[in-house]
């Protein structure tokens, strides 16, 4: 069964800065997606980008990047010129490419991430 | 555009009562629905998943069971909750694709007393 790994329970940024947060997986699969999904204080989960494991080159958006290291299994995420609103609870996700209809993602167990103004 | 519904966004109820949380898509068609828990300053656990209308799969053996009555309704319900059963519990669908990530009610904040 796959899992997810995030060995970071808290993390702290200064504004302005930029910040890492990391993630592994273990999986036996060699299609499969990666997520990012932030949950601010309103606890409302949103996504914050999305990697395919065939594609080499790094997705980003604006200020999120990821590095995916897909031979290590790794998959964090960077957030640069942090901002006061992106302090969350910050969850890493997996899903299967494969033919399980279910589509389930499985979650890491998070990292909580603090911006200090 | 869609938008998926969840209610009610807070729940207070004794140990022993039923439970009905209720979660509803528009906008799509055969959605895949999931249903979350997710403990107090913890990850999200897999409760339930549904594929199409009936088609329900238990994740965790537990006190909850879901249904499907309808393509975009899906329900999560208990005969008798348990303390143990407060909790976050988040709904969620997803396009039948493994492209698609998931996206998410807005939750209902469970506390059995």
């Known amino acids: 069964a796959q899992t997810v790994t995030q060995s970071q329970p808290e993390m702290s940024v200064q504004e302005a800065e930029t910040v890492t947060l990391s993630c592994t997986y273990d999986?036996?699969?060699?299609?499969?997606?990666l997520f990012w999904y932030k949950q601010p204080p309103s606890r409302q989960m949103i996504l914050v980008i999305r990697?395919?494991?065939?594609?080499?080159q790094n997705a980003t958006e604006n200020r999120f990047s990821v590095n995916f290291q897909k031979a290590a299994k790794s998959f964090s995420l960077k957030i640069s010129d942090s901002q006061l609103g992106d302090a969350a609870m910050y969850f890493c996700a997996y899903r299967s490419g494969g033919m399980d209809s279910s589509y389930k993602l499985i979650f890491g167990s998070g990292t909580r991430l603090l911006v200090r103004p | 555009s869609q938008t998926i519904h969840q209610w009610p966004a807070t729940l207070v109820q004794p140990v022993g009562s039923p439970l009905s949380l209720e979660c509803t898509v528009e906008g799509t068609s055969n959605p895949n629905l999931y249903w979350y828990r997710q403990a107090a300053g913890r990850g999200l656990q897999l409760l339930f998943y549904?594929?199409?209308?009936?088609?329900i799969s238990s994740e965790v053996p537990q006190n909850l069971s879901a249904s499907r009555p309808q393509d975009r309704q899906f329900i999560l319900s208990s005969k008798k909750l348990l303390l143990s059963d407060s909790g976050f519990y988040l709904c969620?669908?997803?396009?039948?694709?493994?492209?698609?990530?998931?996206?998410f009610g807005s939750g209902t904040r469970l506390t059995v007393v």
């Open positions: 999986t036996s699969e060699s299609d499969y997606y």
């Open positions: 969620a669908w997803s396009m039948g694709q493994a492209y698609y990530g998931y996206t």
């Open positions: 549904s594929v199409g209308i009936g088609q």
């Open positions: 990697q395919e494991a065939y594609k080499q």
